[in-house]
């Protein structure tokens, strides 16, 4: 059962009582070849369990082996957070039951994480933030399972449920926060930009594609109130896997009005797990945690400790891509962008759109415009994000040699977006399919500007007496003839031409 | 062709060889234990599955390979009988729980392929007690194993299927696995060699686990030259178990041909003699340490005060690590289920079909481990333990700074009576007090026979423990003991079990 908004206080007035501390949970998925702990593919899509073998099935006497490329991308994914690398670490069982994890218990690490006590810088609302990181630490992803029946698509109600193990195994890394705090209102946008930076990081490093509609990336995000100028934290709410930049937003959002609300109601928050529904932007509660559930963690006696020797750590440092916060200065830069629309386009996830546009040859005002104006608006409506609209930078880069030749106008531009987005194909042929080109033959458009200028003697009169203000009524006119093909400023000067003669 | 003498009592390197030779075929020497296990596992039940068809069909490969030329290995064609504790592909695979009656493994064990890739013929798969939990095969909850020695005693355990299988003479090799004393305790209450090698010498991908860290396969067989051929072809690195040693393996094979302690530096471990060791066992023990001078070893005695609480501690590691392992029996994927009716969700087919599928030693230690892990008692419990665990590893250090091997009974009593002990888990635990020290510390560790307790009758053993990685001076020495007492006695001292 979600909680509705509607008895909930105003974003505003819970902010007006209460200060938010969050703290963000990211578990990514590596994109290594095999997984993490035995040779299995970790190719996304197969046929279920096609990818799997007696390890990341949890057969009995079965063994794992670590994953070398796992822990050379969990110590680059610490350096590029400013962590310290363990100088020796352990892999731990955490055991619970569920049944997609084959073992009933989940390799994971527990007090020796690979990487800890880093930093995240973030921009957002106008200014940066430091994010503290307190560790980042390796583990294996659970078998997916399907819940078959009942109403809620869970499993409790459920009719039964197929478990498919090829994720099962798939090495991830989980990046754990210290407690933000401070960021008042803020405290949504500084998540979301949290998340899209650690994204854009992840990205950058070439450890995982980190796309959160695959659930290659997954947010886990605690939030609690406090009255403001209190110490002491309240009780906090985990809103589990979170699963794109805009739901870790209004998760965030929403929890800071329902607790506040309960708060307000002289009630006291319920440490438990929630549910966040994309539909309606709610959360509703997942299992309550009535105790502390107990993990009987312990040192995995089938793996050795991982020590990474100092030289290595040291020669991964220098394999660090360019840092995203660098990149976008540098960027920045390039394309003259002023700090707000930098931040607007990280936000907007179309900082590598963008760069790939312009590779493609167009310039960067014009990719710029497009994509966070127009595309922008389109995935607004979609409530999808920027990438994942069905338009590429290539066909970007086509609509602006069209409109730079003069082939579209920026009218017939957004048409054409429209045709590329439903699946048309490529402006070009969006462009011919439609019959959309700006007409650019003069003959047709003098045959029309006469047709106005018969049309509104007067206007055409007092444009002949020197007054061009009713000029525009005469375009006007002509634009509608030619169903806004033409290029109004060719319009406008043969339309002088021809009342000046 | 012909072989002088009874296939079944004939040493594994003395079939090896008359396989080699032409003198007898690797089908009629697999023929031959196939008929005795037929005329006698009725009265000792070391078996809980014979793979009849696929152990002709090895001999029949082996003598194919002999036909065509083909050079064949140390131990090409000779009988095994293998715990059924490391997974079969296509045969039964049970631990001796009914939790996984039924399941057939779809992958061999290392062990498994090794033991194929050097031509063993597997004869099946022996008892042992459930998830291999015990030290007296009782706890299989398919019935107990009967010593050949005297079938109303236990083999030991929780390897007394492959134990008894030798007395029994229903194979001259086996596979144990030896967690607290699981191979060599029952060597020790059988009369045969039981050997638990340097934890990460054998391989234990495929070994259903117990305790991860404490488990280890090793070679059981009637000779300690036969064991340390067995040895030889199971042990070495592997790639798929990351505690396995990348290191060259001992050269067992001549430690046990070359049988010469002259000069080697013996310590007789102090802690475990006195009360609560059987008479008849302390006497063969003392003997066994006056021929250790004898044969020119000298002898001191060692100081390691923290085995005394190496019991309490294993108690503690063994279980946590087993609640953890035997999570996976939830009646998922696979093994046996029960209430799957339709209505039960998945919480209740688990728990209904692990109260059905464990036996009671079973859930006594993963209750316990569930405890010893449990958040607030972790440090008190196994935290503690892995703190005795340091100390014992010290204690050895400090012993082999100054000797070469260390020796005590392997076992304070020869075997006991079936259900003398069932009720009483204490007792049961006590067989492994001298054991289960090598395996806190990951050493290596042997049981030879050293004679019959005066008081019973019963076979002794005499343990012997080596370093890490020193696996072959176990069977220097052993070889020398085993040569000496053959020498004075005539003959072995297998030859003495009664007739089935
Ligand atoms: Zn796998």
Same mark, same amino acid.
């Given at each position: 059962?979600s909680?509705s908004?509607?008895n909930?206080?105003s ?9 938010p501390?969050m703290g963000?949970e990211?578990?990514?998925e590596l994109?290594?070849?095999?997984k993490?702990?035995?040779g299995?593919p970790?190719a ?5 369990n ?10 009995p ?5 670590v994953?070398?490329?796992a822990i050379?991308s969990a110590?680059?994914?610490g350096?590029?957070l400013?962590c310290?690398?363990a100088e020796w670490c352990?892999?731990a069982r955490?055991?619970y039951?569920?049944p997609?994890m084959?073992k009933?218990f989940?390799t994971s690490q527990?007090?020796e ?5 880093g ?16 560790r ?5 992803d659970t ?9 809620t698509?869970r499993?409790?109600?459920?009719e039964?449920?197929l478990v498919?193990y090829n ?13 933000i705090?401070?960021?008042g209102?803020h405290?949504?946008e ?8 650690l994204?854009?990081?992840?990205k950058?490093l070439?450890?995982s594609?980190?796309r ?7 947010c ?15 009780t906090r ?7 794109s930049?805009?739901?870790?937003e209004?998760?965030?959002?929403f929890?800071i ?6 708060l307000?109601a002289g009630?006291?928050?319920i ?10 932007g709610?959360?509703?509660?997942g299992r ?6 107990d993990y009987r963690?312990?040192? #995995?006696?089938? *793996?050795?400790?991982? =020590?990474?020797?100092?030289t290595?750590v040291? $020669? +991964? ?9 660098v990149?976008r200065?540098r ?6 962008a002023?700090?707000?629309?930098m931040q607007s ?8 759109l963008i ?8 310039p960067?005002?014009q990719?710029?415009k497009?994509?966070m ?6 995935a607004n409506?979609q #409530?999808?994000? *920027?990438?994942?609209? =069905?338009?590429?930078p290539a066909?970007v880069? $086509? +609509?602006v040699?069209?409109t730079t030749?003069?082939?579209?106008n920026?009218?017939?531009?957004r048409?054409v977006?429209?045709?590329?987005l439903?699946?048309?194909?490529s402006?070009k042929q969006v462009?011919a399919?439609?019959g959309?080109a700006v ?9 029309a500007?006469?047709e106005a200028?018969?049309?509104?003697p007067d206007?055409a009169d007092?444009v002949?007496g020197?007054n061009?203000g009713p000029a525009g009524?005469l375009?006007g ?5 030619t169903?806004?093909?033409?290029d109004?400023a060719?319009?406008?000067e043969?339309?002088l031409?021809?009342l000046?003669? | 062709?012909?072989f002088?003498?009874?296939l079944?009592r004939s040493?594994?390197?003395a079939?090896?060889?008359a396989?080699?030779g032409g003198?007898?075929?690797a089908?009629e020497?697999t023929?031959a234990?196939l008929?005795?296990i037929?005329k006698v596992?009725?009265?000792v039940?070391a078996?809980l599955?014979?793979d009849?068809?696929?152990a002709l069909?090895k001999?029949a490969?082996?003598?194919a390979?002999?036909a ?7 131990l ?5 009988a293998?715990k ?10 049970t631990?001796g729980?009914?939790?996984l009656?039924g ?5 061999d064990?290392t ?7 050097a ?7 022996t008892?042992?007690d ?8 009782e706890?299989?909850?398919?019935g ?10 236990i083999?030991g355990g929780?390897g007394?299927?492959s ?6 003479f229903?194979a001259?090799?086996a596979i144990?696995?030896?967690t ?8 020790s209450?059988t009369g ?5 090698p340097t934890?990460?010498?054998v391989s234990?991908?495929g070994l259903?686990a117990?305790s991860?860290s404490?488990?280890q396969g090793g ?7 036969d064991?340390?051929l ?8 592997d790639?798929?178990?990351s505690?396995s040693?990348?290191l ?7 430690a046990a041909?070359?049988a ?5 530096r013996?310590?007789v471990v102090k802690?475990f ?8 066992v302390?006497?063969?023990?003392h003997?066994?340490v006056?021929l250790l ?6 002898i001191?005695?060692v ?5 005394d609480y190496?019991?309490p501690?294993?108690y ?21 289920r029960v209430?799957?009716?339709?209505v039960?969700?998945v ?7 692990r109260?059905a599928?464990?036996g009671p030693?079973?859930?006594?230690r993963?209750m316990l ?9 972790y440090?008190?419990?196994y935290?503690?333990a892995q ?19 260390l020796v005590s009974?392997?076992?304070p009593?020869t075997?006991?009576?079936i259900?003398?002990?069932?009720d009483?888990?204490?007792?049961m635990?006590?067989a492994?007090?001298c054991?289960?020290?090598s ?7 042997m049981s030879?026979?050293v ?5 019973d009758?019963?076979p002794?053993g005499l343990?012997i ?8 001076r176990?069977?220097r020495?052993?070889?020398a ?15 003495e079990?009664?007739?089935?």
């Amino acid at each position: 059962m979600s909680t509705s908004t509607v008895n909930l206080p105003s974003y505003e007035d819970a902010l007006a009582t209460y200060d938010p501390v969050m703290g963000l949970e990211v578990h990514v998925e590596l994109g290594t070849v095999t997984k993490m702990f035995c040779g299995c593919p970790t190719a996304f899509g197969a046929d279920p369990n096609t990818q799997t073998c007696p390890t990341c099935l949890g057969l009995p006497g079965a063994l794992p082996v670590v994953n070398t490329k796992a822990i050379e991308s969990a110590i680059r994914i610490g350096l590029a957070l400013n962590c310290e690398i363990a100088e020796w670490c352990r892999f731990a069982r955490k055991n619970y039951f569920y049944p997609d994890m084959p073992k009933n218990f989940q390799t994971s690490q527990y007090d020796e994480p690979i990487a800890f006590n880093g930093y995240l810088d973030i921009e957002a609302a106008g200014k940066t933030w430091r994010i503290e990181i307190e560790r980042a630490h390796m583990e294996e992803d659970t078998g997916k399972s399907t819940h078959v029946g009942g109403a809620t698509g869970r499993i409790h109600g459920a009719e039964y449920s197929l478990v498919d193990y090829n994720r099962a195994g798939i090495p991830l890394i989980e990046i754990v926060t210290k407690p933000i705090t401070g960021t008042g209102e803020h405290a949504p946008e500084v998540a979301r930009a949290y998340v899209a930076e650690l994204r854009e990081l992840i990205k950058a490093l070439g450890v995982s594609e980190a796309r959160m509609e695959l659930g290659q990336m997954r947010c886990d995000a605690n939030v609690s109130l406090r009255p403001i100028g209190r110490e002491k934290f309240g009780t906090r709410s985990e809103t589990k896997n979170v699963n794109s930049l805009r739901s870790v937003e209004r998760a965030v959002t929403f929890e800071i009005r329902r607790h506040a609300a309960v708060l307000n109601a002289g009630d006291t928050v319920i440490q438990e797990t929630r549910h966040f529904h994309e539909n309606d932007g709610t959360t509703s509660p997942g299992r309550v945690k009535e105790e502390a559930e107990d993990y009987r963690y312990f040192p #995995e006696p089938d *793996l050795v400790p991982v =020590a990474p020797a100092r030289t290595w750590v040291d $020669e +991964l440092r220098g394999t660090l891509p360019e840092l995203p916060s660098v990149r976008r200065n540098r960027l920045q830069a390039e394309w003259g962008a002023t700090d707000h629309d930098m931040q607007s386009i990280q936000n907007a996830g179309a900082v590598d759109l963008i760069v790939q546009t312009v590779s493609l040859g167009a310039p960067a005002d014009q990719a710029r415009k497009w994509w966070m104006g127009e595309l922008a608006r389109h995935a607004n409506e979609q #409530e999808a994000e *920027l990438g994942d609209l =069905a338009i590429t930078p290539a066909q970007v880069a $086509e +609509l602006v040699t069209l409109t730079t030749a003069g082939t579209l106008n920026d009218k017939l531009a957004r048409q054409v977006i429209v045709g590329v987005l439903a699946g048309e194909g490529s402006p070009k042929q969006v462009v011919a399919a439609r019959g959309l080109a700006v007409v650019s033959d003069d003959g047709a458009l003098l045959a029309a500007i006469d047709e106005a200028i018969a049309k509104f003697p007067d206007a055409a009169d007092k444009v002949r007496g020197g007054n061009q203000g009713p000029a525009g009524q005469l375009i006007g006119a002509v634009m509608k003839t030619t169903r806004g093909q033409a290029d109004a400023a060719r319009v406008r000067e043969l339309l002088l031409e021809r009342l000046s003669g | 062709m012909s072989f002088d003498g009874d296939l079944t009592r004939s040493t594994a390197a003395a079939l090896a060889a008359a396989i080699k030779g032409g003198d007898v075929t690797a089908t009629e020497v697999t023929q031959a234990h196939l008929d005795r296990i037929a005329k006698v596992d009725e009265k000792v039940h070391a078996f809980l599955h014979v793979d009849t068809e696929g152990a002709l069909a090895k001999a029949a490969e082996v003598d194919a390979k002999r036909a065509r030329g083909e050079k064949l290995g140390p131990l090409a064609g000779v009988p095994l009988a293998l715990k059924d504790v490391f997974t079969t592909k296509g045969v039964p695979t049970t631990c001796g729980s009914k939790m996984l009656q039924g399941w057939v493994p779809p992958y061999d064990a290392t062990v498994t392929r090794r033991l194929r890739e050097a031509d063993v013929v597997i004869l099946g798969k022996t008892n042992m007690d459930e998830f291999a939990m015990g030290s007296s095969t009782e706890n299989s909850a398919y019935g107990v194993t009967h010593n050949p020695w005297d079938l109303t005693r236990i083999p030991g355990g929780s390897g007394g299927g492959s134990s008894a299988s030798l007395a029994a003479f229903e194979a001259p090799l086996a596979i144990g696995t030896d967690t607290g004393g699981s191979i060599r305790q029952p060597a020790s209450v059988t009369g045969t060699v039981g050997v638990k090698p340097t934890y990460g010498g054998v391989s234990r991908y495929g070994l259903v686990a117990f305790s991860s860290s404490l488990d280890q396969g090793g070679p059981c067989a009637r000779t300690v030259l036969d064991a340390a051929l067995l040895h030889a072809a199971i042990a070495g690195h592997d790639p798929m178990d990351s505690t396995s040693i990348d290191l060259p393996v001992p050269d067992v094979v001549a430690a046990a041909r070359l049988a010469d302690i002259k000069g080697m530096r013996i310590g007789v471990v102090k802690q475990f003699d006195g009360d609560g060791y059987q008479d008849g066992v302390r006497q063969r023990f003392h003997e066994s340490v006056d021929l250790l001078r004898e044969l020119g070893a000298t002898i001191v005695e060692v100081d390691c005060p923290s085995f005394d609480y190496a019991l309490p501690a294993y108690y503690l590691i063994a279980p946590s690590e087993c609640s953890s392992n035997l999570a996976r029996f939830d009646a998922m994927r696979y093994g046996r289920r029960v209430g799957d009716d339709g209505v039960n969700g998945v919480e209740e087919v688990t728990s209904l079909s692990r109260e059905a599928g464990f036996g009671p030693e079973v859930k006594r230690r993963i209750m316990l481990g569930t405890y010893a892990l449990s958040s607030g008692y972790y440090d008190a419990y196994y935290g503690s333990a892995q703190q005795v665990r340091t100390l014992i590893m010290r204690d050895f250090d400090r012993a082999f700074a100054d000797v070469d091997v260390l020796v005590s009974p392997t076992t304070p009593t020869t075997a006991f009576k079936i259900g003398e002990r069932a009720d009483d888990p204490m007792a049961m635990y006590l067989a492994d007090l001298c054991t289960i020290p090598s395996n806190m510390a990951g050493n290596a560790g042997m049981s030879v026979p050293v004679g019959l307790a005066p008081d019973d009758g019963l076979p002794v053993g005499l343990q012997i423990i080596a370093p890490a990685m020193a696996d072959d001076r176990l069977y220097r020495v052993g070889s020398a003991v085993e040569a000496a007492l053959n020498g004075k006695w005539g003959r072995p001292l297998i030859e003495e079990v009664p007739a089935l």
